[in-house]
Structure formats: structure tokens, C-alpha cells
T-cell receptor, first 115, second 111 residues
Framework: DTEVTQTPKHLVMGMTNKKSLKCEQH?????MYWYKQKAKKPPELMFV???????INESVPSRFSPECPNSSLLNLHLHALQPEDSALYLC??????????????FGPGTRLTVL | DQQVKQNSPSLSVQEGRISILNCDYT??????FLWYKKYPAEGPTFLIS?????DKNEDGRFTVFLNKSAKHLSLHIVPSQPGDSAVYFC??????????FGKGTRLSVIA
């Protein structure tokens, strides 16, 4: 089973709203990731959690706040977003954050629209 | 500076023929390479990978070739099927280097 689930599938929010994206995996993976993907572009890494600790933050604005409650769950809290933050947000997981042969498995994504 | 390059934004192939997607990389610290397939508004699906100690890896209709000296890899799909039509991303990582994606190649398999 290589399934990563993400909820919601679609989200529309105003610039003053607070919302959260959720990601879950039950593969026993110890690394989880958030990516942002704009149309016709490759996924861009935002955050990496390794063993439930934030190990990489790719200079993401503070209006995006990640949280890893346990090894299976990853949240992304959103507050005061801008219209340019509209994108597909992808969650991924892998056995470990760094390793020579570590494959990341992606969820289906959350399509976020900021009005 | 693009560390992973897919220079062909699109490729059209007839059903039943071979599709060859190419990828070049610049970072010599990369030692693990992956191909992902992506449909619109969905997450990337892992297809096949290869580590730097190999030069070929095969899985059914998909074969990945790695030429380390040229810093080049390719994905061969034989025979191509209409369901293979999607965007294919090449990606690379290293022991201390997060996964880096190329810009993708859109493959269209024509019946």
C-alpha cells in the first residue's frame, strides 16, 4: 500500500480566513513533505518533517504553518493568504528524509483557491 | 539554476511505438533518480527509479537508463499506450539533497 491521503480535495478561502490542509499516511514512513505546485510548473518543496521534527523550511512565508501531530499525520495551517498562493498543495511521504534510495509517494493534492 | 532539466516540453508518439523521455542533471551529488507520471489536478505517481550504482532498471513496459558520465537519464516506454498520455517528471536526490524536479514533459500517445 503506497497511499497518501489528503483532505480536502478542493478549498476556496478568503484572504482573512484560517484553514487547514490535512495529510495522512499509514505506510510507517518517518518523513513527510509539503509541496506547492503551480500550473505547468514542477512541484516546489515547502517543508520536510523527519521523525516528526521540522528539518527543512524552504523560506516559506509565515502565513503557512506546518504541524506534525504524529508520524502518520501532517497538517498545513493557512492564515492571511494572498491570491498568488492559489495552487495545488501536495503532501508526500518516504521512509526517511535523507537516504540514497528514498522514494517519495505523493497524495492527490488539495486544489486551493484564494479569493 | 536548474539542477534537473527536461528540455522537451512535449512529445507525441503513436500507439504501439516507443516513447523516449530525456532528462539531464548538473549536480554530481545526485545519486538517486526517479520518474513520476502526473495527470492534471492529481498528485505525481511514482513510476520507476534508479540508483547511481546501476545503469538500467526495468519494470514492465518502463525502462530507465542512466549515463552518469553524461549526467543523463532517459525513460523508455514500450509499447506506448493512450493511457500513458500525461506529464512525466524526472526527479533527483542525494544523501543531503532534497528531491529536485525537472519541469516535466507532456507525452501524448496518439491512437
Amino acid at each position: 500500500d503506497t497511499e497518501v491521503t489528503q483532505t480536502p480535495k478542493h478549498l476556496v478561502m478568503g484572504m482573512t480566513n484560517k484553514k487547514s490542509l490535512k495529510c495522512e499516511q499509514h505506510m510507517g514512513h518517518r518523513a513527510m513533505y509539503w509541496y506547492k505546485q503551480k500550473a505547468k510548473k514542477p512541484p516546489e518543496l515547502m517543508f520536510v518533517y523527519s521523525y516528526e521534527k521540522l528539518s527543512i523550511n524552504e523560506s516559506v512565508p509565515s502565513r503557512f504553518s506546518p504541524e506534525c501531530p504524529n508520524s502518520s499525520l501532517l497538517n498545513l495551517h493557512l492564515h492571511a493568504l494572498q491570491p498568488e498562493d492559489s495552487a495545488l498543495y501536495l503532501c508526500a511521504s518516504s521512509q526517511r528524509a535523507r537516504g540514497a534510495t528514498d522514494t517519495q509517494y505523493f497524495g492527490p493534492g488539495t486544489r486551493l483557491t484564494v479569493l | 539554476d536548474q539542477q534537473v532539466k527536461q528540455n522537451s516540453p512535449s512529445l507525441s508518439v503513436q500507439e504501439g511505438r516507443i516513447s523516449i523521455l530525456n532528462c539531464d542533471y548538473t549536480n554530481s551529488m545526485f545519486d538517486y533518480f526517479l520518474w513520476y507520471k502526473k495527470y492534471p489536478a492529481e498528485g505525481p505517481t511514482f513510476l520507476i527509479s534508479i540508483s547511481s550504482i546501476k545503469d538500467k532498471n526495468e519494470d514492465g513496459r518502463f525502462t530507465v537508463f542512466l549515463n552518469k558520465s553524461a549526467k543523463h537519464l532517459s525513460l523508455h516506454i514500450v509499447p506506448s499506450q493512450p493511457g500513458d498520455s500525461a506529464v512525466y517528471f524526472c526527479a533527483a536526490s542525494g544523501r543531503n539533497t532534497p528531491l529536485v524536479f525537472g519541469k516535466g514533459t507532456r507525452l501524448s500517445v496518439i491512437a
